[in-house]
């Protein structure tokens, strides 16, 4: 499985942005997707998790309320609204597919190369 991230980019504190993970490959219809972020010094967060088969969701404490996770099956595309950010919301983004439903970055066998969100004040 190949990921490709893109739509990072730098925008004000308040204002949005969509991500969008393109997916190549072989995926199965139970795969786990999922949304984390690195800012600098700091480990790699949990943001969101979807299923490409079913609608369940799961967020970040952090990110919850503000920002929404969906996939479009046809394009094989996972999907990161990202709304009212937020400075400390600057990281490098990253998709990854998991292997089950979890939170952590070591389930994730599949990573996308990442790109960048910067939240100016």
């Known amino acids: 499985v190949q990921l490709q991230a893109s739509g990072g980019g730098l925008v004000q504190a308040g204002g949005t942005l969509r991500l969008s993970c393109a997916a190549s490959g072989r995926i199965f219809s139970s795969a786990v997707m999922a949304w984390f972020r690195q800012a600098p010094g700091k480990e790699r967060e949990f943001v969101a998790l979807?299923?490409?088969?079913?609608?369940?969701?799961l967020y970040g404490g952090s990110v919850k309320g503000r920002f929404t996770i969906s996939r479009d099956n046809a394009k094989n595309t996972v999907y990161l609204q990202m709304n009212s950010l937020k400075p400390e919301d600057t990281a490098v983004y990253y998709c990854a597919r998991g292997i089950q439903w979890s939170q952590q970055p070591g389930d994730c066998p599949n990573w996308g190369q990442g790109t960048q969100v910067t939240v100016s004040s």
């Open positions: 979807t299923r490409w088969s079913r609608t369940s969701t």
